[in-house]
Nanobody
Framework: QVQPVESGGGLVQAGVSLRLSCAAS????????IGWFRQAPGKEREFVAA????????YVADSVKGRFTISRDNAKNTVYLQMNSLKSEDTAVYYC??????????????WGQGTQVTVSS
């Protein structure tokens, strides 16, 4: 069993950047797909990005493509979500999730506690 733990959220001004981290607890990310999701108050959970660890292949949702990127640090067993040019619409709780398989947008089994990102305009 692998337990993801998110960090890096905060209160920032529109236009700046943040980098969120997702670290594995219990075991490594080897053999898993790691996804980032977000949920704003009153809205449904939204897929943001995912990375297939074994082949270092990434995918970013159209809604944030061009501003957000996902990457990994193998030595630190950590997945990052780099968020640039932040907008007030990006305000949400961001979750890291883990699954087996390569269907990137759904079917995640293990979820982190979430980290709050608040963008002021």
């Amino acid at each position: 069993q692998v337990q993801p733990v998110e960090s890096g959220g905060g209160l920032v001004q529109a236009g700046v950047s943040l980098r969120l981290s997702c670290a594995a607890s219990g075991r490594t990310f080897d053999g898993y797909t790691i996804g980032w999701f977000r949920q704003a108050p009153g809205k449904e959970r939204e897929f943001v990005a995912a990375l297939v660890w074994s082949v270092d292949i990434s995918y970013v949702a159209d809604s944030v493509k061009g501003r957000f990127t996902i990457s990994r640090d193998n030595a630190k067993n950590t997945v990052y979500l780099q968020m640039n040019s932040l907008k007030s619409e990006d305000t949400a709780v961001y979750y890291c999730a883990v699954k087996t398989g390569t269907i990137l947008t759904r079917g995640y089994n293990y979820w982190g506690q979430g980290t709050q990102v608040t963008v002021s305009s």
